[in-house]
């Protein structure tokens, strides 16, 4: 067989094996439509954040939106980049006030937007990365912004003044990554002075190295910056990872190489690093109950991960030996995220327990943890429907080109 065919034949089996894929989603779409009570969202969720009964969504349609989780309305729209919007956090418009006012977006245009949550406006815009803004952290007591890029940086933004129609400015950058940074978190140590805090910061990039530093303010020339030392390297991830949460003295990651790990840190010398939660699929997201400040870590000993199109539970009340507790499915496409939501009783009189996931199927499902741990039913048998070759775009309406541009902002590099 010379090239030419043998192209033609792997073209011919890649288109084969997507229409099956199509087909397979489609069914799987129909099969699972009502299963987490879904909202159907008009973008593909790139970030998300549960604030009271509110869902915060970054979109792949260059907006933010504000949707009630009880009435599934869409509250608020927030429209200003012109690109993708990627990550979300919040300031207080007067630090330390704690009224989280002030809504931060990053985007494919490679800026940070600052916006009053009351009116919509745009406060500021600043030309952040030489590429994509993947991912924002925010640090109250600092008034600290990290942020994230394609560009393989991390840059320190000053958010002392919030309502400065300027662009904020720039107060460090470290430049050691040889990936795009996908992720970070910090944690201050409480035994820091208000005048030298001891800041540790992680950042996390798609080739699966978590970089450790020790962040120090210095004034020069009457204004300041952060140093950074580098303290560590973690190198256990064999590829990208997706998620990164520090709490409870662990460092929590989901990555690409089918594992979700949870590291001590600082490491204890003598101890033995905890086994990996493993699947078949990439991690694309975790939720780590036991860190949760309002949750009661043994009585919640779960870690909850989107593994392709499930939910995967696993119980890590020994960690040495976690267990695999069940799957869960209702999603047709990569669940993407996993987010504790505290919904109000029916008699308003206390807190009930839920998890949001949000998916490139375009939709949130809401869950009540009590049924999601619930042992699995008695399974019956079912009817093979045959998978035919469709001729029909795919159930979200996506074209091939629109779901591999996803693929690529979800996964990157």
Request: glycine fraction near 6%; aromatic fraction near 8%; hydrophobic fraction near 35%.
């Amino acid at each position: 067989m010379n090239s030419k065919k043998k192209v033609e034949t792997v073209e011919f089996l890649q288109a084969e094996s997507e229409l099956v894929l199509r087909e397979a989603r489609k069914q799987k779409a129909e099969k699972f439509k009502t299963v987490g009570d879904p909202i159907e969202l008009s973008g593909v969720p790139i970030d998300v954040k549960i604030r009271g009964k509110y869902a915060w969504l970054a979109e792949n349609t260059t907006t933010v939106r504000k949707l009630d989780l009880e009435s599934r309305k869409t509250v608020q729209i927030y429209k200003g980049h012109t690109g993708p919007v990627t990550c979300i956090s919040f300031c207080d418009s007067t630090p330390g006030s704690g009224d989280s006012k002030i809504l931060i977006s990053g985007s494919w245009d490679k800026t940070i937007r600052l916006w009053n949550t009351d009116t919509k406006d745009i406060i500021s815009t600043t030309p952040a990365h030489e590429d994509f803004v993947k991912t924002l952290l925010m640090i109250p007591s600092l008034n600290l912004l990290v942020s994230g890029s394609s560009d393989k940086s991390v840059r320190f933004w000053d958010l002392s003044s919030p309502l400065s129609p300027n662009p904020l400015e720039s107060v460090g950058s470290i430049s050691s990554h040889t990936r795009p940074v996908q992720c970070l978190d910090a944690y201050v140590a409480p035994s820091g002075s208000d005048d030298a805090p001891e800041v540790t910061l992680f950042t996390a990039d798609t080739m699966g190295v978590i970089k450790v530093w020790s962040l120090k303010k210095e004034t020069e020339g009457g204004r300041y910056r952060w140093k950074h030392t580098q303290k560590d390297e973690l190198t256990y991830h064999r590829t990208g990872i997706n998620e990164m949460v520090y709490g409870n003295g662990l460092l929590w990651t989901a990555s690409t190489d089918e594992s979700i790990r949870m590291h001590p840190y600082p490491p204890t010398p003598g101890v033995k690093p905890y086994p990996p939660l493993t699947c078949t699929k990439s991690f694309k997201t975790l939720l780590s109950l036991p860190i949760q400040p309002q949750l009661d870590a043994d009585a919640f000993p779960y870690v909850l991960g989107g593994s392709g199109d499930t939910i995967r539970i696993y119980d890590v009340s020994s960690p040495e030996e976690p267990e695999f507790v069940k799957e869960v499915e209702g999603h047709w496409h990569d669940v993407t995220h996993l987010r504790l939501w505290l919904r109000d009783s029916d008699d308003k009189r206390r807190k009930e327990i839920w998890v949001i996931s949000a998916s490139l199927d375009a939709t949130l499902r809401r869950w009540k943890l009590a049924d999601l741990l619930a042992p699995p039913a008695p399974q019956t048998e079912e009817k093979v429907v045959p998978i035919a070759k469709p001729q029909a775009a795919a159930p979200s309406g996506l074209t091939e080109e629109e779901e591999r541009e996803l693929a690529e902002l979800m996964d990157d590099e």
